[in-house]
Structure formats: structure tokens, C-alpha cells
């Protein structure tokens, strides 16, 4: 079977990833800030193991955003229009729920200068959001990086990307020490990471989890020891005073269970039996408009209320059965909120790029689009 009707037919999994992916974002950002994450051994709770345990199982989102990317992007043309979309979606969250915060009261203009705007109005270079930022970034390089992966040979790549993880991923994860160059993952060099692993599964495939039992078994089982790694380390820290450093190591991004569970997770979906034809069409259409539940949630207007909002603070003293199902209500409220706010602003998009269509504009940033793909 050609190679490009076995990727179309894998769309609708890893579409129904990046959405399992957006859910996991919102989970941690609940998880943190809801407050749950409290320390079990001096506050023991039934709710406060079951939130570090899903915290465990969700944490490593993002370096599945980006697995996803190098995966489809590594065969795909750069396209300026993409860029642009992306830089001025996040214009309008930024900018968007900060007017809206401060037309019904919970965000005060007094005492804001002209620089405590800069952020609503250039987020991608003030870093509103990093993981917007660091995406940018990566877009703009990946005609580079997307060159560089087809050039090379499947053993080639293989050893650049074993010894950018043993500098990135393998020392801080068996040292038992902070080092200096450690950003735990939330840098754009493990992201750029992250887009190589998922490009090479998608030119050369990954034999050891072909299997998906073998992919999905694994991620519950590094989920499983992140957990219990990071359950120990505080206990150490805690009862023995050493390790303090240490503390959540297990659940940094650039860790090595963390990358393992990441990648195997990717794996499951990316090799798994195909979804119903049903099924595939509903997630094939509402996961574009995802990066909308992560641009709403994440706003530094909202980023700290919506948990209380929506009264999912300070949840550790309910029995595990009302905690999990605050935690389902909440995750599907901001879902659903950030679902509809984007499938809007899509459609409005949409339209503007008809108008659009037969202009000078569109004609020059198709010229740029075939110059930097090599087409001209």
C-alpha cells in the first residue's frame, strides 16, 4: 500500500491524539493550578495520590503536541499562510480575553503601563505562551530541519538523535544533582527534539513499538514509575532531608521515563487499528480547533481564575469519586468553552481568506510559499 494512503488512514488516530493531548494539557493546568498537588506524606489523602498520579499520565502533553507536528510536518510544504495564523490566533486570545476581562471587572487597567500591553498585543515574542512561542520558532525552521531528516540516513539520525538525548534527557534523569543547563523541557531545543523523534518515526518508523499492547502497556508502566519515583523522592525529602533538589525530576518533560512514556503513548495511536469510519469523521473535524482550549485556559487574563471560576480549588479533602468527577466537569467545561470559542474564530478566518483569495497579497505569500519550499 502506498505509503501516503497508509498516512491519510492514520490521520483520524493521531487527530483523536492531539485531542486525548489538548485534555491532558488541561488536566495539569487544573492539577496545579486547582492547588491538588500537595504533598502526600505530610498531607495524606486518598485525592492528593490520585492527583500526582494523574499528573503522571497527562504530564508529558506537550512533547506530544510535538511529536505529532514532526510527524506530519516532515513531508509537508511550508506554508506562510500557517504561520500567520497561528501568530494571529494568539494575538486575538491574548488581546481578546484581556478586553473581555476588562469589560466585566476582573481585570483593572489601573496602574498599567504601555509594557504591560506589549504582551497582549506581540505574544509570540513576549512569550505569553511558550509553548506558542517555541511552535513559531520550530515552523519557521522546519523547512531546515524537515531537509536535514530526509537527507540523512535512518542510521545517520538515529545516532544524532541518541546523543542529543544523552546531553538533553539521560544525564539529568540518572544524576542526582540540578544541572545548570536543565530547563526541564520547556525550552525550544527539547521541542526541536521532540519534532526529530516524531519525523523519524514517520520516515523510518519504530520497530520496538510497532505492537501497540507493547506501545501502550509501556506508557502505563512509565507513567506507573514516574509516579512512584516522584512519590519517593518527596518521601526522602521529606523524612531525610536529602533529594531536595529532586523534587517532581520524574515529571519533567526532558526526562527519560517521561520521553519514553511520550513516545510510546505517540506510538500506540500511530500504529493502532484503524478508528470507524464514524468516529473518524467527528474527531477529524473538531480537532482543528483544539490549540483553542490550550489559547483560552492558558491566558494570562484567565490562567490563574477559570479553576476558581468553576470551583474546582482546594479539592484534596473530598472522597476520590467527587474529585475525579469535579475534575471531568471542569476538563469538559474548558473544552467545550474553547471548542466553540475557536470553531468561531476559525470560521472567521475562513471567510477572511475567501476575500483574500484572488489578492496581490495571497498571489506574493504564494511566491514566498514555493521560493522557501525550493519550487522556483
Known amino acids: 500500500m ?17 485531542l486525548i493531548a489538548m485534555v491532558f494539557v488541561v488536566t495539569v493546568h487544573l492539577l496545579d493550578k486547582g492547588h491538588s498537588l500537595v504533598d502526600p506524606i505530610n498531607e495524606p489523602s486518598a485525592s492528593a495520590y490520585i492527583a500526582w498520579l494523574l499528573e503522571s499520565f497527562t504530564i508529558m502533553s506537550i512533547s506530544l503536541f510535538i511529536l505529532i507536528s514532526g510527524y506530519f510536518l516532515v513531508k509537508s510544504s511550508f506554508k506562510l499562510g500557517r504561520l500567520l495564523e497561528i ?40 512569550n505569553l505562551y511558550w509553548f506558542i512561542t517555541s511552535y513559531v520558532i520550530i515552523y519557521m525552521a522546519s523547512p531546515l530541519i524537515n531537509k536535514a531528516v530526509l537527507a540523512l540516513s535512518e542510521k545517520q539520525l538515529r545516532y544524532v538523535i541518541i546523543l542529543l538525548l544523552i ?22 531545543f527539547w521541542l526541536v ?8 518515526i514517520r520516515v523510518h518508523g519504530l520497530k520496538i513499538f510497532e505492537k501497540p499492547k507493547v506501545a501502550g502497556l509501556t506508557y502505563v508502566i512509565c507513567a506507573l514509575l514516574s509516579f512512584a519515583e516522584n512519590i519517593l523522592i518527596m518521601f526522602i525529602s521529606d523524612r531525610f532531608g536529602h533529594l531536595k533538589e529532586l523534587r517532581g525530576i520524574s515529571l519533567e518533560h526532558n526526562h527519560v521515563i517521561l520521553l519514553t512514556e511520550a513516545v510510546s503513548l505517540f506510538c500506540f495511536f500511530v500504529y493502532r487499528k484503524e478508528l470507524s469510519e464514524g468516529i473518524s469523521r467527528f474527531v477529524c473535524a473538531i480537532s482543528p480547533f483544539s490549540l483553542g482550549i490550550y489559547l483560552v485556559h492558558e491566558n494570562m487574563s484567565v490562567r490563574y481564575k477559570w479553576p476558581e471560576w468553576l470551583g474546582v480549588t482546594h479539592l484534596n479533602e473530598l472522597n ?14 474548558v473544552s467545550a468553552i474553547g471548542l466553540a470559542i475557536d470553531f468561531i474564530r476559525a470560521h472567521a478566518v475562513g471567510l477572511i481568506r475567501k476575500l483574500l483569495k484572488e489578492s496581490k497579497l495571497t498571489a506574493s505569500m504564494k511566491r514566498f510559499d514555493r521560493a522557501i519550499n525550493g519550487e522556483e
Open 2 to 18: 502506498p505509503e501516503q494512503s497508509t498516512v491519510k488512514k492514520k490521520n483520524a488516530n493521531i487527530e483523536l491524539l492531539r
Open 87 to 126: 501568530v494571529f490566533a494568539a494575538v486575538f486570545y491574548a488581546l481578546g480575553a484581556f478586553i473581555v476581562c476588562v469589560l466585566v471587572g476582573e481585570t483593572s487597567l489601573s496602574g498599567m503601563t504601555a509594557y504591560d500591553l506589549l504582551d497582549k498585543i506581540f505574544p509570540i515574542h513576549m
Open 167 to 188: 546531553y538533553e534527557s539521560l544525564f539529568k534523569s540518572v544524576l542526582p544533582v540540578r544541572l545548570s543547563t536543565d530547563k526541564m523541557g520547556y525550552s525550544t
Open 193 to 200: 527534539i521532540m519534532y526529530i523523534i516524531g519525523a523519524y
Open 320 to 333: 476520590p469519586a467527587m474529585f475525579l468527577l469535579k475534575y471531568v466537569y471542569a476538563i469538559l467545561a
